[in-house]
């Protein structure tokens, strides 16, 4: 059986799962569905159309699924997609899609968005994504699964922030950021690789080591990043981690963050 407070307001064409609970003041607006066991507490706004898995929680003052601010949108039906077992804390804003991008907005699963973190419309969050108060991404942004960021991080549109990557508090992305690599500073730049979210994902040193390898060669031996591709997969072509950080280097379309000039090795 589901909780839904007398003083919510549930719209007769949202449609809720088993042992749901919604909070006094909150609003479940029509076209939302939402799964098993979530809970939505009091004075958070869901708008649709958006689909929720199971088990997420919703904090005081969050909105999710509210259109895009974007100009270009026109009041287009777009969609929200979140899957299971987030945690959404106190004024968290989501925003769905639009026509002119992929057409709807995607939260993977077991996600932490902390105080007041905004994901704009059309961006794609993979899985264990943590956001620390006040981080923001742009639309069309593409977060992997294991990303961190830290407070008040800052990603305009179109980037990529790979899997198992971190960017640190209050840095200003301006370029990809390559798989398992840590991002920071304004404008931030390539620091090294994530080996201590590595560690706590209970990566082998053997692992980590291939990764740091991978990082110099391409940061620091001089060379194009073609070249430092091609060397890699000749270097590792059995290592599963090192394609994976060829691969978000070769996709990257705006370039890739590099490390602060005259750093040393």
């Not at 105080?115 to 742009?138: K, R, T």
């Not at 390559?178 to 620091?191: H, K, L, R, S």
């Not at 390898?213 to 059995?238: I, K, M, N, S, W």
Request: hydrophobic letters at 40%; a negative charge; charged letters at 20%.
């Amino acid at each position: 059986m589901s909780s839904i407070d007398a003083r919510a307001i549930v719209d007769p064409d949202a449609r809720l799962g088993e042992d749901v609970e919604v909070g006094p003041w909150s609003v479940i607006g029509p076209g939302v569905v939402i799964g098993d066991r979530c809970r939505i507490g009091t004075h958070a706004i869901i708008k649709g159309p958006t689909r929720m898995g199971a088990g997420n929680r919703v904090f005081q003052f969050a909105t999710l699924g509210e259109e895009t601010p974007a100009l270009a949108y026109r009041g287009e039906p777009t969609v929200l997609e979140i899957g299971d077992d987030n945690v959404f804390r106190e004024g968290v804003t989501v925003h769905r899609g639009m026509v002119q991008g992929r057409g709807k907005t995607v939260v993977g699963s077991h996600g932490l968005f902390m105080a007041y973190v905004h994901i704009g419309h059309d961006c794609l969050v993979g899985d264990h994504v943590v956001m620390a108060n006040n981080a923001s991404i742009a639309g069309h942004c593409t977060v992997g699964d294991h990303a961190n960021f830290g407070g008040y991080a800052g990603v305009p549109q179109f980037r990529y922030v790979g899997a198992h990557t971190h960017v640190a508090a209050m840095s200003l992305v301006l370029k990809d950021v390559p798989d398992y690599v840590t991002a920071a500073g304004n404008p931030a730049c390539a620091v090294g690789i994530n080996a201590e979210g590595l560690r706590r994902r209970c990566a082998g040193a053997e692992t980590i080591y291939a990764l740091k390898e991978a990082f110099r060669v391409v940061f620091r031996l001089g060379l194009t990043a073609d070249e430092a591709c091609a060397r890699l997969c000749a270097d590792y072509p059995d290592s599963a981690e090192v394609g994976r950080f060829v691969a978000s280097i070769r996709a990257s379309e705006v370039g890739i963050v590099r490390p602060r000039p005259g750093r040393p090795e």
